[in-house]
């Protein structure tokens, strides 16, 4: 079954610094996509980065990078330079079955940034 | 462009009484999908269409939901009756059509409807 961990339950970080978002999957299929989403207490879901399964470079939106190690079954968030705006609920998610579009997501993890 | 569109963006309703939640997808995307989340976890699907034709509506639970998209595009998700358990946060989403390629089928969410059942 396809499953998506998400290990940090809170994540306090200073203003500026670097913040790595814990991720991993478990899938047999070999094609698949990996996804982040951040949810501010607003509560709508922002579409941060992609990543496919086939994709030989890690993806990078703007101050946002994705880790990508698949052997490892990993796919860590890394935001960079963090801003007081930054903090929110993330989201890993996966697409399972090329076609069917079904999201799985993480239990995700709440990240404060402090000034 | 806009986003997805829902409403209401909250909801209070005694149990036993009917809600309906309804969703505008963004312009051009044929996929639409509900979602509920509950506290402190991630989004679960509930209903899958294409176009108009729901194709995944095995988590849905038929029994008091049910949903239409009448010429595929608006949405609406019903419950009735309500029950306490379905205090949660209804969220749609909207995919443009799979042409083969990466990053395709990225999902974008609505603001959500939060649902409070007392």
């Known amino acids: 079954a396809q499953k998506i961990t998400q290990t940090q339950p809170g994540m306090f970080v200073q203003e500026k610094e670097a913040v790595t978002l814990d991720c991993t999957y478990d899938?047999?299929?070999?094609?698949?996509?990996l996804f982040w989403y951040k949810q501010p207490s607003s509560g709508e879901m922002i579409f941060l980065i992609y990543q496919g399964s086939y994709d030989q470079q890690n993806a990078t939106e703007g101050r946002y990078s994705l880790n990508f190690q698949k052997a490892r079954k990993s796919a860590n968030l890394v935001i960079s330079a963090s801003q007081l705006g930054d903090s929110a609920m993330y989201f890993c998610a996966m697409r399972v079955s090329r076609g069917a579009q079904k999201l799985v997501f993480g239990q995700g993890t709440r990240l404060t940034i402090n000034p | 462009e806009a986003g997805v569109v829902q409403s209401p963006r909250y909801k209070i309703i005694e149990k036993k009484q009917p809600v309906a939640f309804w969703c505008n997808p963004i312009?051009?995307?044929?996929?639409l999908y509900w979602y509920l989340q509950n506290l402190g976890q991630g989004p679960e699907l509930l209903i899958r269409y294409e176009n108009e034709e729901a194709v995944d509506d095995s988590q849905l639970p038929k029994d008091r939901f049910s949903a239409e998209r009448l010429k595929g595009v608006d949405s609406t998700l019903k419950i009735q009756p309500a029950e306490l358990g379905d205090s949660a946060v209804y969220l749609c989403a909207s995919s443009a059509p799979w042409l083969g390629g990466g990053g395709q089928e990225t999902q974008y969410f609505g603001p959500g409807t939060r649902l409070l059942v007392l």
């Open positions: 312009s051009g995307h044929n996929t």
């Open positions: 899938t047999s299929d070999p094609s698949y996509g």
